[in-house]
């Protein structure tokens, strides 16, 4: 894609603080001059009966046809007959891989330095099938469920980014030596692809083990994939090594190309509309969606922005002990920009 073709992009400004993050993602764009039109969608405040949810067809159709799109929290209202927001655009678009790179931001110390991991999360089976049911009275049960098909994509998307991004390993996390059926079928769904990628080292890695030596050592690790339940824990425990959820960036990838990137954390309505909120994790996330869309140079235009401002130092949000409000930090990394 060259750099000066508009492209339309679906941005969901989301609930509580989302809207403020959100404006701060667009002001920083227009300052890096990045060719995406936002095409914006709100949650409705009734529940439409074409998607059971407070989402709209439109906003669902407007992803699909763009493709691409960036979305802020969002506080899926209380209450019977709908179903979640989150839920319903992962089913509707059949959000199959959560990617989330995690990376030190230098000059906000963790224990360690210099963290550049990806976690790839199958998203649609597994434990989280939502099948589970009382057998008799003290005895439940709950399915898990491993497709072959579902493996196969999450694995192909593993090796692609690698590829695309220059990794050199993918690790497949699993505990196949107990779950011999659903994770066998899941690493051999993985040893598959493998093959079809020779210049990406792959390996295998026991759950347990694999958070033994991220905690130990992170930079054992490069790429990891792994079905739905591992990754929701490791995804969060990799977060922990570089600060947090209010840093991390997160892409979906769906069916047909969509890629959907969301920060990770909630609509904190604590801190909603008092000009506190940090845009670091949406403005990341925007920038993977950068990085799907090719336009590599201004992604790192942009990544590089937030992380000079937070190694600097002077312009801080509260969360990372700083004093600054979102608009004083957002305007510091457009001044580095
Ligand atoms: P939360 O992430 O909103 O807040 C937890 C704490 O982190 C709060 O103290 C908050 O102020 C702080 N925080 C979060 N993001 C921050 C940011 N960008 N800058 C500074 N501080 C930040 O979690 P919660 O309070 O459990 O959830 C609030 C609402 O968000 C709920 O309605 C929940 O359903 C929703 N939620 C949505 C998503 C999503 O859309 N992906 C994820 C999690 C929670």
């Not at 020779?198 to 026991?206: D, G, L, S």
């Not at 054992?220 to 977060?239: K, R, T, W």
């Not at 909603?272 to 996330?285: I, V």
């Amino acid at each position: 894609l060259s750099t000066t073709t508009p492209i339309t992009a679906t941005l969901f400004p989301g609930d509580g603080i989302g809207p403020e993050i959100a404006d701060s993602v667009k002001q920083i764009f227009k300052t890096a001059q990045i060719p995406i039109e936002w095409e914006e969608h709100y949650v409705g405040t009734e529940v439409d009966p074409r998607t059971q949810s407070f989402l709209t067809w439109e906003s669902l159709e407007s992803v699909r046809r763009n493709k691409v799109g960036l979305k802020g929290p969002m506080a899926t209202p209380i209450g019977k007959g709908h179903r979640s927001l989150n839920l319903t655009l992962r089913k509707e678009l059949n959000l199959y891989a959560n990617v989330r790179p995690c990376f030190s931001l230098p000059g906000y110390k963790t224990r360690y330095d210099g963290v550049d991991l990806v976690t790839i999360r199958e998203n649609t089976e597994g434990e989280y099938s939502g099948l589970e049911h009382q057998v008799v009275r003290g005895v439940v049960e709950s399915i898990k469920i491993i497709t072959r098909q579902a493996s196969l994509r999450v694995a192909e998307h593993a090796f692609q980014y690698a590829k695309a991004h220059g990794r050199e390993r993918v690790s497949a996390i699993h505990k196949a030596n107990i779950m011999q059926k659903t994770d066998g079928l899941f690493l051999k769904c993985c040893r598959e692809v493998a093959e079809k990628y020779p210049e990406i080292k792959y390996e295998e890695v026991v759950i347990d083990n694999c958070c033994m030596m991220l905690v130990k050592n992170p930079a054992l690790f490069d790429v990891l994939v792994m079905p739905n339940l591992y990754g929701d824990i490791i995804s969060d425990l990799c977060a922990g090594l570089i600060g947090g959820l209010g840093l991390t960036p997160s892409c979906n990838i769906g069916e047909g190309g969509i890629a959907l990137a969301e920060a990770v954390h909630g609509s904190a309505p604590d801190i909603a509309g008092k000009n506190m909120a940090n845009p670091t994790a949406l403005l990341l996330s925007a920038v993977t969606m950068l990085r799907h869309l090719e336009l590599n140079e201004k992604a790192d235009q942009i990544q590089n922005a937030v992380m000079n401002t937070i190694a600097e130092g002077k312009y801080r949000t509260v969360d990372l002990g700083g004093k600054s409000s979102t608009s004083d930090f957002t305007q510091a990394i457009c001044d580095h920009l």
